[in-house]
């Protein structure tokens, strides 16, 4: 804790009872310690802030099981500046992203490399950061003089609608923007109270650092300002002159992450066709739906349903208007009472500004509200209720501190249990998705990704399921459409996918993701029914719509090396790494375009980094394998290094694959071990032939006569366009 001289205020002022008259056994030393210790302002602020960290843990336990949902696989787990080397380069000093939140992808890169894969370490920094928030926040209403300071910050670390933003990794945003959010009013509050311009430019610096986490807390300066009104009862020239650093940052930053939402989060997508008028209409419902569930926080729903609002109905901005006459009747009343309700519902509306609907943000796709949304308003609803029950119950007399902690314990503990029973809604994807299809049955995209889900786990027939839901929910739905024709693929349906495939671009424009998708299952389907020409067509189109996606790129590049335009397909293959550097099929692509231009070692070089972010493939291993047993230049081959690399290969896939065992027999020969390499060569043979592999038998009978003969095997070259010969 701080060692201000600030009196810490909250929910309940712990005080000790005094021996009762005639007395006589004296308190012990150790007890005496402890009256002293609690009876300091200093230790008892200590123990509250322990006690609010704790309590946040305790609410959160849940947590500790959860795995990672939605996009989580875009934010971090499939995110490779997250996961390289050098991705800080490209977070800070690119357009790479989908969003400009350099501090936050900053933190998931420096945890990438604690705890990689494993989702409970991002959850603790979650819950730590949320806790802090917590913490800060009672400083910051400590010193701003609110009653009942402690509690609101209690409330604020357990208040169920702030789960969203905790147990959701991708939120990270939020908890992270939160932190330096509240720093920056703070240190700003000590420069007015101090004068020491050290803490102006400490606020100054935590407001840059939340912007570069979530720049949704671009309006803090409005909060400045009006915070300066309610200490001063007026703004006054120094106060505009000190925000406008602030105001400056701010409008930078924002202004960047518009940029990035338009051409990155979004793209061409479509988000919201409404008008301005309907927006502003619905503004002002979102400002009421937030408050409700800020002060009846039950039935929380990931996606909630989305609103249709009529523009042309006058009714449509009744809530908005009563919005500006709760503001106009504070104003009113201002220095009778006003003041505390009108900083307080202005900040609620100024801070939720950013996500009002005035800007297309993707989320908006789905719903116009959103739990996460209202992260960085509701401690001002918070803090009104607080301060003025406390207010109330302060007024009973001697009987004061026992209603305040008989209230304030219950309070708590009816929110803490239900921020534990909305933990569990975040356990999964799979439980993420049916707990919102059971309180919002027609959700298209919670049909939808649920469908994703269980496609991934091989439950076709229950993925086909939720995705035609979804199309009968919203029969226009080209995701849902793209996903039920895979699905149909995945159970042999190959004419009913392909028309899914079609309807969608007969229905979308030739500029969209889910056409490029479309483009490119279609191209997978005709090159199975070997119409190559036709699946060359598709994946350049595709390329055309979305020229940054890799897997068209790699796709393209297989077909125009199995044709012989070995250059053309290294182009291809070399734009997809551009794009993924990550993506391993790309690189071992590379590797076979390499070999057949006679470049073994430039063909290594993508296999090592192939099997670094693969390790246990045992394609990467026998692919090496081979090029180091058989390739032609006596400089490239290691015999020893090709044997290790085929016995793990062989060993990861249980001695049941002939062309591997294929591969460890070249590399015996290699090594002049030709007893083994002929006993490995006959158990491959015997292999190929209960397969009924006649191709394969052939070359085994071949290769195993050079070895009877003493002779290792030499490979002149791929001469079908395959990423090794070894592997047609």
Not at 193 to 217: E, Q
Not at 239 to 248: E, I, L, N, Q, T
Not at 258 to 264: E, M, P, S
Not at 276 to 284: K, N
Request: glycine share 8%; net charge positive; proline share 4%.
């Amino acid at each position: 804790m701080e060692g201000d001289d600030e009196q810490p205020q909250g929910l309940a002022e712990l005080q000790l009872s005094q021996p009762a008259e005639g007395a006589t056994d004296p308190p012990s030393r150790g007890a005496n310690r402890i009256v002293e210790f609690l009876r300091s302002s200093k230790h008892r602020g200590r123990l509250l802030g322990l006690l609010l960290v704790a309590a946040t843990f305790i609410a959160y336990l849940p947590m500790w099981r959860a795995g990672f949902i939605w996009d989580d696989d875009t934010m971090l787990t499939g995110n490779h500046f997250v996961q390289a080397a050098d991705g800080l380069r490209w977070i800070w000093f690119s357009t790479k992203l989908f969003d400009y939140f350099p501090a936050t992808f900053t933190t998931l890169w420096l945890e990438w490399r604690l705890w990689g894969a494993h989702p409970l370490g991002y959850h603790l920094v979650n819950v730590c950061l949320h806790a802090l928030s917590a913490v800060l926040w009672w400083r910051v209403l400590t010193r701003l003089k609110t009653p009942g300071a402690w509690l609101a910050a209690a409330v604020f670390a357990l208040h169920p609608v702030n789960v969203e933003s905790v147990a959701w990794i991708t939120q990270r945003k939020n908890t992270l923007a939160m932190v330096f959010f509240v720093l920056t009013l703070l240190w700003h509050l000590r420069f007015e109270d101090t004068g020491r311009r050290r803490w102006y430019g400490a606020a100054l610096g935590a407001f840059a650092l939340a912007l570069l986490s979530k720049t949704a807390v671009a309006p803090l300066p409005l909060v400045l300002l009006g915070l300066a009104w309610w200490r001063r009862g007026r703004v006054e020239r120094r106060d505009v002159w000190r925000s406008v650093p602030f105001f400056a940052i701010a409008a930078g930053l924002a202004l960047v992450t518009v940029w990035f939402q338009y051409h990155k989060a979004i793209g061409p997508g479509i988000v919201r066709t409404d008008s301005f008028w309907s927006r502003l209409a619905g503004a002002g419902w979102a400002v009421w739906f937030y408050l409700y569930k800020a002060v009846l926080p039950l039935n929380l729903v990931f996606v909630y349903p989305r609103w249709r609002i009529d523009a042309a109905n006058v009714l449509s901005y009744v809530p908005g208007l009563l919005v500006v006459a709760g503001l106009l009747l504070c104003w009113r009343y201002r220095r009778r009472g006003g003041r505390a309700g009108l900083l307080g519902m202005g900040y609620y509306v100024v801070m939720l500004l950013p996500i009002l609907g005035f800007l297309n943000i993707a989320f908006m796709r789905y719903s116009l509200v959103a739990d996460h949304y209202q992260y960085f308003s509701i401690i001002s609803p918070i803090a009104l209720a607080t301060a003025g029950i406390t207010t109330v119950l302060g007024s009973y007399g001697k009987t004061r501190t026992l209603l305040k902690a008989a209230f304030g314990g219950m309070l708590l503990m009816a929110l803490g249990i239900l921020a534990w029973r909305q933990c569990a809604m975040y356990a999964g994807i799979e439980t993420l998705w049916l707990t919102t299809i059971a309180r919002n049955p027609r959700c298209v995209i919670a049909h939808n990704d649920l469908g994703v889900a269980l496609l991934q786990q091989k439950r076709t027939d229950e993925a086909i399921a939720h995705f035609e839901e979804a199309l009968e929910i919203q029969p226009q739905d080209a995701t849902a459409r793209i996903n039920l024709g895979s699905a149909l693929l995945q159970k042999g349906r190959v004419d009913e996918a392909v028309a899914f495939f079609e309807k969608v671009l007969e229905g979308q424009p030739e500029d969209g993701i889910t056409s490029a998708t479309a483009h490119k299952n279609l191209g997978w389907v005709c090159l199975q029914n070997g119409q190559v020409a036709e699946a060359v067509r598709h994946l350049q189109k595709a390329l055309e719509t979305q020229p940054d996606d890799a897997t068209a790129h790699n796709a393209l590049g297989k077909i125009l090396l199995q044709q012989g335009r070995v250059d053309a397909a290294m182009s291809h293959f070399r734009k997809a790494l551009e794009i993924r550097p990550d993506f391993v099929s790309a690189h071992t692509n590379l590797a076979g375009a390499f070999l057949r231009k006679g470049q073994a070692r430039e063909a290594l070089a993508q296999s090592q980094t192939a099997l670094k972010l693969q390790p246990d493939n045992p394609q990467i291993l026998s692919d090496m394998a081979w090029v180091l047993a058989t390739g032609p230049e006596a400089s490239v081959r290691n015999g020893a290094q090709a044997i290790e690399l085929a016995q793990r290969a062989n060993q990861l896939s249980g001695s049941q694959d002939p062309l591997i065992l294929r591969t460890l027999a070249a590399a015996y020969a290699e090594s002049g071990r030709f007893a083994e390499a002929i006993t490995t060569a006959q158990q491959a043979l015997r292999l190929a032939v209960s397969q009924s592999n006649a191709v394969q038998a052939g070359m085994l009978r071949s290769e195993l006569k050079l070895y009877q003969a003493g002779s290792p095997l030499r490979d002149p070259g791929p001469t079908n366009g395959a990423a090794n010969p070894n592997h047609p």
